[in-house]
Every structure is written in structure tokens, then in C-alpha cells.
């Protein structure tokens, strides 16, 4: 089976660089060159491996095997302006979470529309921008930033990596300090947190002559959230039952979130809280 070949721009994003400083370093190294405003491939990058693609929508244009990425020459590309995109590509997470964990930080702040980078921002080597079409704000950072031990600390935070030991048992401490029993729970407390969501944790519901335990309790909205796991045992299942009935009888509306979609939590939760009445950004 012959390799799989991509696009320059492709490439640029697989190494998450800037397309722009891959198509200057191809052409420096002598891989294509720019002729009427079209780029061809030289005798080198034919010998590296690039290819002509014709596309019935875009045309012809170069395109390179993905074992291309490992090649030396690659190495020298600079460090490129990370997006809160591109940087949600390196750790998995998306853009918007990223943006929200840097305003955490303290490094950019909320704009009207768009993010505005803040003096400890700029200290870290963050940079300013303005989108042309919109004029919308924005900042871009170095590559240092992802071996910056406060940004490594948030994103273990907020995928549940993150614990501390004390004496014997484990202790999870929240990005505000709050310390939670599990590693789920560390999850959904960090978001909440992050996304400026007011809440409380094991909050007491009373009604009637009766009363209940939420995991989370979101008293603008009058929602909880309880989280259960993929294998409850029969005392989980009667206490989820419960609590199901319980909000259905006095009127509150609630949110599940089980193992599976843990990992999920920022498009879970983003998505149902919207269908409440609460737009996170």
C-alpha cells in the first residue's frame, strides 16, 4: 500500500507550525520553488518524496508523504505563534478551554468579543492581535508556553491527571483550592470553575419532608448535576433512581454525566447548559 500523501498546509498543521513558515522553508531548502505565482516541486522534492495532486475543487497543488514530517530539514522550522487552537491541538482540548484556562492564569482577559492579553501575559512571551475581517482581539504564544509549569499544572487539572499525596489517602485539590473526592469530580469542579459557572459541591437539597445530596448544585439555574459510574452496583442504582425521582417531584432540573462522557465534559456541559439558559464561552 503506497503512503498516504498531504497537503504543505496539512503538514504545517500535523507539526503545528505556520503554514507560511513551512512553504518559506521548502522553498530555502530547495524542495519547490515559486513560478507565476504557482508552486513546483524541484528535482529535490520530487526526490523527498512530493507528489502533484489534482483535486476537482481546488486544482492542482504539492503534496507530501506524511513520513515526510520526520525529516531534518523539518527541525529548523521556528517557533511559530501558538493560537489558542493550535495549542488545543498539542493537548487535546478545545480552543475555547484553552482560552479559558490562559484567563485562569491570568494572562488574558475577557473583551467584550475575544480575548485581551493581559501585562503578566505579555511577560511570558504572549502577543496581541486583531483579527482583519472582524477586528475581533486575540493573542498568540511561544512554544515555551507549553513547558510553562503553571500551563502543564492547569491542563492536568482540567483532564483529572492532576493529584497531590498527603499521609496516607489521596487528596484531589481543585483549581480553586476545593478538594474532591474523585478524580470525576476534580473534572467537572475545575470546569465549572474555569467557565466562571456559580455552583456549589454536595449541596443539600430540601423539599417537603424530604432531602437529597447533588454532586453539584447550579443555583442561578435551580440544576444539578450528579455524576454515576458505567458499573454502579445496586445501592448506586436505587440512590440514582431516587434522586432522578426527587427532582422530577419538585421541579429541578438536572444534568448526568457518567464515565464515558467525563472525558467529554466541556461539550456535555457547554451543550446542556445552553439548553437552560446559559451560554459559556
Same mark, same amino acid.
Given at each position: ?11 504545517? *498543521? ?7 513558515? #513551512? ?5 530555502? &531548502? ?14 529535490? &522534492?520530487?526526490?523527498?518524496?512530493? @507528489?502533484?495532486?489534482?483535486h476537482p475543487k481546488y486544482g492542482e497543488y504539492i503534496a507530501w508523504p506524511e513520513s515526510v514530517q520526520d525529516h531534518p530539514l523539518l527541525r529548523l522550522l ?7 487552537? $493550535? ?8 480552543? *475555547? #478551554? ?7 492564569? !491570568?494572562?488574558?482577559?475577557?473583551? +467584550? ?6 501585562? *503578566?501575559?505579555?511577560? @511570558?512571551?504572549?502577543?496581541? $492581535?486583531? =483579527? %482583519?475581517?472582524? !477586528? ?6 511561544? %512554544?515555551?508556553? #507549553? ?7 492547569? +491542563? ?16 484531589? @485539590?481543585?483549581?480553586? &483550592?476545593?478538594?474532591?473526592?474523585? =478524580?470525576?469530580?476534580? @473534572? ?5 470553575? +474555569?467557565? !466562571? ?27 444539578? +448535576?450528579?455524576?454515576? &459510574?458505567? =458499573? ?23 444534568i448526568e454525566l457518567h464515565d464515558e462522557t467525563i472525558a467529554q465534559v466541556d461539550e456535555v456541559l457547554a451543550k446542556q447548559l445552553l439548553g437552560y439558559g446559559?451560554?459559556?464561552?
Amino acid at each position: 500500500m503506497s503512503e498516504k500523501h498531504i497537503s504543505t498546509t496539512a503538514l504545517a *498543521r500535523q507539526l503545528h507550525k505556520e503554514s507560511k513558515e #513551512l512553504f518559506i522553508l521548502l522553498a530555502q &531548502g530547495g524542495w519547490m520553488v515559486k513560478v507565476d505565482n504557482h508552486w513546483q516541486l524541484t528535482e529535490k &522534492g520530487k526526490f523527498e518524496g512530493g @507528489i502533484y495532486i489534482n483535486h476537482p475543487k481546488y486544482g492542482e497543488y504539492i503534496a507530501w508523504p506524511e513520513s515526510v514530517q520526520d525529516h531534518p530539514l523539518l527541525r529548523l522550522l521556528p517557533e511559530a505563534p501558538l493560537s489558542a487552537t $493550535h495549542i488545543g491541538n498539542k493537548v487535546d482540548l478545545p480552543a *475555547r #478551554l484553552i482560552n479559558l484556562l490562559l484567563a485562569e492564569r !491570568g494572562w488574558i482577559k475577557k473583551h +467584550i468579543r475575544g480575548w485581551l492579553l493581559t501585562t *503578566r501575559g505579555k511577560a @511570558i512571551g504572549g502577543e496581541q $492581535h486583531a =483579527s %482583519e475581517q472582524t !477586528g475581533v482581539p486575540y493573542a498568540t504564544w511561544p %512554544e515555551s508556553l #507549553l513547558d510553562n509549569s503553571l500551563f502543564s499544572d492547569a +491542563i492536568a487539572q482540567i483532564t483529572g491527571a492532576s493529584f497531590q499525596q498527603s499521609s496516607s489517602q489521596t487528596l484531589l @485539590i481543585a483549581l480553586n &483550592g476545593q478538594q474532591v473526592k474523585s =478524580s470525576e469530580e476534580l @473534572i467537572v469542579e475545575n470546569w465549572l470553575y +474555569i467557565a !466562571g459557572v456559580n455552583h456549589a459541591r454536595d449541596y443539600t437539597l430540601h423539599a417537603g419532608n424530604e432531602t437529597i445530596n447533588a454532586d453539584f448544585f447550579l443555583p442561578e439555574l435551580q440544576v444539578c +448535576i450528579d455524576i454515576w &459510574g458505567a =458499573s454502579d452496583n445496586a445501592a448506586a442504582l436505587t440512590k440514582k433512581l431516587s434522586k432522578q425521582e426527587f427532582y422530577k417531584k419538585y421541579g429541578y432540573d438536572f444534568i448526568e454525566l457518567h464515565d464515558e462522557t467525563i472525558a467529554q465534559v466541556d461539550e456535555v456541559l457547554a451543550k446542556q447548559l445552553l439548553g437552560y439558559g446559559l451560554a459559556v464561552y
